[in-house]
């Protein structure tokens, strides 16, 4: 049974930092893309970056490209998300999504396992 959960939501200035963790358990997940997606209040769950678990391939929404940074820790089966320069219109649930296959995407439907979620609020 894979198991992701998330960690490290909070509620943060306009400005600052936040770095959200992804532990994964049940597979060996070197062979896995690993996502981070975000949804907020009345809009739908939209693509923020992905990684091969490997970290070879990363790939990101424009929206955060140059203050987000997503990478994986293959000893710890954990993906991370270091948020910076943090915006009002980043808050939102934050979710860890996992592939079956090494190939990073920025469909949701192509994600085969989610964590629960992790709130962020960013505030003005």
């Known amino acids: 049974q894979v198991q992701l959960v998330e960690s490290g939501g909070g509620l943060v200035q306009a400005g600052g930092s936040l770095r959200l963790s992804c532990a994964a358990s049940?597979?060996?997940?070197?062979?896995?893309?690993m996502g981070w997606f975000r949804q907020a209040p009345g809009k739908e769950r939209e693509f923020v970056a992905a990684?091969?678990?490997?970290?070879?391939?990363?790939n990101y929404a424009d929206s955060v490209r140059g203050r987000f940074t997503i990478s994986g820790d293959n000893a710890k089966d954990t993906v991370y998300l270091q948020m910076n320069s943090l915006k009002p219109e980043d808050t939102a649930v934050y979710y860890c999504a996992a592939r079956r296959t090494a190939v990073p995407s920025s469909n949701r439907y192509n994600y085969n396992y989610w964590g629960q979620g992790t709130q962020v609020t960013v505030s003005s």
């Open positions: 049940g597979r060996t997940f070197s062979t896995f893309a």
């Open positions: 990684i091969t678990f490997n970290g070879r391939t990363t």
